[in-house]
T-cell receptor
Framework: KAGVTQTPRYLIKTRGQQVTLSCSPISGHRSVSWYQQTPGQGLQFLFE???????NKGNFPGRFSGRQFSNSRSEMNVSTLELGDSALYLC?????????????FGSGTRLTVV | GEDVEQSLFLSVREGDSSVINCTYTDSSSTYLYWYKQEPGAGLQLLTYIFSNMDMKQDQRLTVLLNKKDKHLSLRIADTQTGDSAIYFC???????????FGSGTRLQVQP
């Protein structure tokens, strides 16, 4: 079956702009979570969605937001981009977010802010 | 808050066994995971263990869990050059619904 699809793979944006990233989970998976990976901070949890509801949020400013659609696809948005937002953004798909069957990650979107 | 720690680097020779160690602090951790990341790629789930288990074996991979000491290890038997990557330990609990990752261990396999 198809894996987790993240688009686009690469993005270059200018400071102050906003960006939207997309994630399509594995068919049948209803939980989508997002992580930011940077060399300095490592992998950090952004938020988790299940059935279109955000159930958990990490410690990130309000410029980071997300949503989930009825088909379980998810988008995350970052507004007023800062240089420090340059990172690999990873999306993880799971059946119910409880972790029993593990989390499957996509290949990520590499965002560069200039 | 929760914390997961790993050593940063491990170098082994091809054919040897590799052991990557991890410690965690959250007593309510339900599952513990090992992920592999190759350059330019996302995270590949290698294996995971439920917190009430001591050991899990999956082909060349053996996971050992010492819940008392909150210590997790991943043993890779007969390590190959294709195993060169960064290995992340992570934990989660059903309430948090999020993974807390270690900083990753870079495994270098010398031919």
């Amino acid at each position: 079956k198809a894996g987790v699809t993240q688009t686009p793979r690469y993005l270059i944006k200018t400071r102050g702009q906003q960006v939207t990233l997309s994630c399509s989970p594995i068919s049948g998976h209803r939980s989508v979570s997002w992580y930011q990976q940077t060399p300095g901070q490592g992998l950090q949890f952004l938020f988790e969605y299940f059935s279109e509801t955000q159930r958990n949020k990490g410690n990130f400013p309000g410029r980071f937001s997300g949503r989930q659609f009825s088909n379980s696809r998810s988008e995350m948005n970052v507004s007023t981009l800062e240089l420090g937002d340059s990172a690999l953004y990873l999306c993880a798909s799971s059946l119910d977010g409880q972790g029993a069957a593990g989390y499957t990650f996509g290949s990520g979107t590499r965002l560069t802010v200039v | 808050g929760e914390d997961v720690e790993q050593s940063l680097f491990l170098s082994v020779r091809e054919g040897d066994s590799s052991v990557i160690n991890c410690t965690y602090t959250d007593s309510s951790s339900t599952y513990l995971y090992w992920y592999k990341q190759e350059p330019g790629a996302g995270l590949q789930l290698l294996t995971y263990i439920f917190s009430n288990m001591d050991m899990k074996q999956d082909q060349r991979l053996t996971v050992l869990l010492n819940k008392k000491d909150k210590h997790l290890s991943l043993r890779i038997a007969d390590t190959q050059t294709g195993d060169s990557a960064i290995y992340f330990c992570a934990d989660s609990d059903t309430g948090r619904r999020a993974l807390t990752f270690g900083s990753g261990t870079r495994l270098q396999v010398q031919p």
